[in-house]
């Protein structure tokens, strides 16, 4: 019996060092979920860690090593998705110069997130680079003929422009490249400990790597109901991001006694962090456990991605070659 072919998943992550809870919650989880089923590539976009700014050196290689602990520690099996750095595979930057020569200019100007960065960002002149970054993100999607690219909505416009630029290559040389699709991550809301969303630059993260004893007064000190100020105030559960937490990690019947004692000032604030705690940590140090064996053993992570690179190499070259062909360069 010959098996239907698995779908071929791709996503990548820009080597930003420790991931926090809202990249596993957004993101990793996910990523781990398919890879039960279907195969599997992910990458440190690392070409697109430069597209901004430039870290002084050293700082991309450690953050990468940082990052993928995390990816191992929630649950990424090399055994079973290809783990790769975007560097190590030279035939992405390949294929983004040949796409470079079909896609017109004005498609990446109209891109929303070129336009948010260079806003956001003050940039006066904006790198060439910046202006290519979806492109490049085209080719590490197309090179591996992916069919489902796991993203947040913000991403969306990239895959899009993605379709596109398979769609004019296929018009104008031959079918090479099947057109992928977004799959859309379900990304529930997670709080940082100030009640804003969780992010890296409001200083406002649980990190995976973070043990207990700082996760800890982290919860006993985030933001509540505000109108909750005493012990003896009802609160509301639903404007309190402690609560997004309890609706991610409390099972049903430890939420309704805390949503009751919140509204009934039943309980205060801290027993309603105690109980969140019981169901946040262990899961938590499961993986604090498994990525600080691999943080340790750098030289482990490193093999794990100079072999994933090896055989994502592969089929990248032998799409590369029939692109190449298809245009008659080379
Ligand atoms: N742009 C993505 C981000 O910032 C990272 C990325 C680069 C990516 N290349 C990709 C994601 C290819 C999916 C597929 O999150
Ligand atoms: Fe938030 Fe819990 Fe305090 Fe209610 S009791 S305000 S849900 S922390």
């Known amino acids: 019996m010959s098996h239907p072919p698995r779908l ?97 200019v004005a498609w990446l100007e109209r891109v929303p997130t070129y336009k948010e960065m260079v ?12 202006l290519g970054y ?10 591996y003929k992916a069919q489902a690219v796991p993203v947040g909505v913000d991403q969306v416009p990239h895959i899009e422009l993605t379709r596109e ?32 969303k969780m992010s890296k630059s409001y200083d406002n993260c649980i990190y995976l790597a973070d043990p207990p004893e ?35 990690f409390t099972p049903e019947d430890d939420r309704a006694y805390c949503a009751t004692g919140c509204r009934t000032a039943g309980i205060g604030c801290l027993d309603c962090k105690g109980v969140l705690l019981e169901h946040l940590l262990p899961p938590l140090e499961k993986i604090r456990e498994r990525r600080s064996t691999f943080a340790q053993r750098p030289g482990e992570i490193d093999e794990i991605l100079r072999e994933g690179s090896r055989k994502a190499r592969q089929v990248a070259r032998a799409t590369l070659d029939e692109a190449k062909a298809a245009v008659g360069i080379g």
């Open 8 to 104: 071929r998943v791709l996503s990548g992550m820009r080597p930003t060092g420790r991931l926090h809870l809202g990249n596993l919650l957004g993101a990793l989880d996910n990523w781990v979920r398919l890879q039960e089923e279907h195969d599997c590539f992910f990458f440190v976009a690392d070409w697109h860690a430069l597209t901004t700014e430039y870290p002084p050196r050293g700082e991309l290689q450690a953050n990468t090593r940082e990052m993928v602990a995390d990816w191992l520690g929630a649950g990424l099996d090399p055994e079973r998705s290809t783990l790769f750095v975007q560097s190590l595979v030279p035939e992405h930057a390949e294929l983004h110069l040949l796409f470079s020569m079909v896609t017109p």
């Open 119 to 130: 806003e956001q960002l003050k940039l006066e002149s904006p790198s060439y680079g910046l």
């Open 134 to 143: 979806p492109l490049l993100q085209a080719a590490d999607i197309l090179i």
């Open 165 to 196: 630029i398979a769609r004019r290559f296929n018009h104008l040389f031959g079918p090479v490249f099947p057109e992928p699709e977004p799959r859309l991550t379900e990304i529930p809301k997670v709080p940082g400990t100030d009640g804003r």
């Open 214 to 248: 700082v996760i800890t007064p982290r919860i006993k000190t985030m933001m509540t109901d505000p109108a909750r100020k005493r012990r003896q105030d009802p609160g509301n559960p639903e404007v309190c991001p402690v609560f997004d937490l309890h609706k991610i």
